[in-house]
């Protein structure tokens, strides 16, 4: 889709820029203990401030449902915000005036009652602190909120830097992408990623299901999975998938050999077989060798990646080992320039980082519930504000 960036913009000298970002950060003891979603801000305050703009982020954290939780403060993320920007940070509620400082952090959005049901009377309130809107939380994208939505009507509009590099990577994925286009999904179960799938088989030419999703296309096709996690009730949704897979010309790839244990823990006594000869008593954890180096070459042999979700259970060794081997030849072949990778998602971001490869990636997504509505192939509110 088209959007103005903040290029787009003059000179703002004198201008004051509402930044809709993500300070959604973990805390121990009162303190950021990871401060990656701070960092993400630091490319859009800089531009900003740049161009001689004053900047006042708007944020949310936590989910205090429109009432005042002081637990739920954003008062306490300034001291480590302003470290990262390098630069005086101030604080201010909304309805009192802003402080001398030229970037400011307003308290929490979510204690405001219409900030979720997307008022636009709070959007006024909000608009009244600037000249322009900027949108850099692409985390937040998919929710239709005051500070996301509305206000992006209010004001000249743009993305900011960290979500304009998300939008552009997520075109070249799925918009306009140079084939064959590969999506690894994965995870625990289908009915969480069944709008994902459906989508997907519609737009790329090889999709490779791992996790316990797979379990549940495997016993769709007849085979015994014995005691792993299937939606045994969804067999029959998983073969209209791949039945409108081969309509759409695209090729679903599942294991043809797993890692198989009885015991549910890191180490367990486990064994390689093929798919049809599951035990009744046995639990399917990850995919085998063989299937790992047949998917890797599917992925060699492709222009174009996108990925959400573990081949298995990534956090238990040995059964990490397909989601490791397919992520280091993703890694490898973006290295080496033949392939265009994005991945997004908790759980994948947290398997890059186990097999060592999560800067090795074209575009890594931090963002949840968004990035997976958009593999949905739905409209998100927040960008879409910014048309």
Same mark, same amino acid.
């Given at each position: 889709?088209?959007?103005?960036?903040?290029?787009?913009?003059?000179?703002?000298?004198?201008?004051?820029?509402?930044?809709?970002?993500?300070?959604?950060?973990?805390?121990?003891?009162?303190?950021?203990?990871?401060?990656?979603?701070?960092?993400?801000?630091?490319?859009?305050?800089?531009?900003?401030?740049?161009?001689?703009?004053?900047?006042?982020?708007?944020?949310?954290?936590?989910?205090?449902?429109?009432?005042?939780?002081?637990?739920?403060?954003?008062?306490?993320?300034?001291?480590?915000?302003?470290?990262?920007?390098?630069?005086?940070?101030?604080?201010?509620?909304?309805?009192?005036?802003?402080?001398?400082?030229?970037?400011?952090?307003?308290?929490?959005?979510?204690?405001?009652?219409?900030?979720?049901?997307? +008022?636009?009377?709070? !959007? /006024?309130?909000?608009? %009244?602190?600037? @000249?322009?809107? #900027?949108?850099?939380?692409?985390?937040? &994208?998919?929710?239709?909120?005051?500070?996301?939505?509305?206000?992006?009507?209010?004001?000249?509009?743009?993305?900011?830097?960290?979500?304009?590099?998300?939008?552009?990577?997520?075109?070249?994925?799925?918009?306009?992408?140079?084939?064959?286009?590969?999506?690894?999904?994965?995870?625990?179960?289908?009915?969480?990623?069944?709008?994902?799938?459906?989508?997907?088989?519609?737009?790329?030419?090889?999709?490779?299901?791992?996790?316990?999703?797979?379990?549940?296309?495997?016993?769709?096709?007849?085979?015994?999975?014995?005691?792993?996690?299937?939606?045994?009730?969804?067999?029959?949704?998983?073969?209209?998938?791949?039945?409108?897979?081969?309509?759409?010309?695209?090729?679903?790839?599942?294991?043809? +050999?797993?890692?198989? !244990? /009885?015991?549910?823990? %890191?180490?367990? @006594?486990?064994? #390689?077989?093929?798919?049809?000869?599951? &035990?009744?008593?046995?639990?399917?954890?990850?995919?085998?060798?063989?299937?790992?180096?047949?998917?890797?070459?599917?992925?060699?042999?492709?222009?174009?990646?996108?990925?959400?979700?573990?081949?298995?259970?990534?956090?238990?060794?040995?059964?990490?080992?397909?989601?490791?081997?397919?992520?280091?030849?993703?890694?490898?072949?973006?290295?080496?320039?033949?392939?265009?990778?994005?991945?997004?998602?908790?759980?994948?971001?947290?398997?890059?980082?186990?097999?060592?490869?999560?800067?090795?990636?074209?575009?890594?997504?931090?963002?949840?519930?968004?990035?997976?509505?958009?593999?949905?192939?739905?409209?998100?509110?927040?960008?879409?504000?910014?048309?």
């Amino acid at each position: 889709m088209a959007f103005k960036s903040i290029v787009d913009f003059g000179d703002l000298t004198g201008k004051t820029a509402l930044v809709r970002v993500d300070l959604n950060v973990p805390m121990t003891d009162g303190k950021v203990s990871d401060d990656t979603r701070l960092q993400a801000v630091k490319p859009t305050v800089d531009a900003l401030t740049a161009k001689g703009a004053r900047v006042v982020l708007l944020a949310h954290f936590g989910r205090p449902k429109g009432q005042v939780v002081p637990a739920m403060s954003l008062k306490p993320v300034v001291p480590a915000l302003a470290a990262v920007l390098g630069c005086a940070v101030g604080f201010v509620e909304l309805g009192d005036d802003l402080p001398p400082s030229d970037v400011v952090v307003m308290e929490n959005t979510r204690f405001e009652p219409g900030e979720s049901s997307n +008022d636009i009377e709070l !959007a /006024k309130r909000y608009a %009244a602190y600037g @000249d322009i809107y #900027v949108n850099d939380a692409f985390s937040c &994208a998919h929710r239709a909120h005051a500070s996301t939505e509305a206000l992006a009507h209010l004001l000249p509009s743009a993305a900011g830097e960290t979500m304009a590099a998300e939008l552009v990577a997520l075109e070249k994925v799925l918009g306009d992408p140079v084939r064959p286009v590969c999506a690894v999904v994965g995870g625990a179960k289908v009915s969480s990623k069944l709008a994902v799938l459906e989508n997907l088989v519609e737009k790329v030419d090889h999709l490779i299901i791992g996790g316990g999703m797979a379990n549940t296309f495997l016993a769709a096709k007849g085979y015994h999975v014995g005691a792993s996690l299937c939606e045994h009730e969804l067999t029959g949704t998983a073969l209209a998938i791949l039945t409108n897979a081969e309509k759409h010309g695209c090729k679903v790839h599942l294991p043809s +050999d797993v890692v198989v !244990a /009885k015991d549910f823990r %890191a180490h367990a @006594d486990n064994e #390689v077989k093929t798919v049809d000869n599951v &035990a009744e008593d046995e639990m399917i954890l990850d995919a085998g060798p063989s299937s790992a180096e047949a998917l890797g070459y599917i992925i060699e042999g492709c222009k174009t990646l996108v990925w959400n979700g573990p081949m298995g259970a990534f956090e238990m060794e040995p059964f990490d080992m397909a989601t490791v081997a397919l992520a280091r030849t993703a890694a490898k072949a973006t290295i080496e320039g033949t392939l265009l990778s994005v991945a997004g998602g908790g759980d994948t971001v947290a398997a890059l980082a186990h097999a060592g490869v999560r800067g090795d990636f074209t575009h890594i997504s931090t963002a949840g519930g968004a990035f997976l509505e958009w593999m949905e192939g739905r409209t998100l509110p927040g960008v879409a504000a910014l048309g």
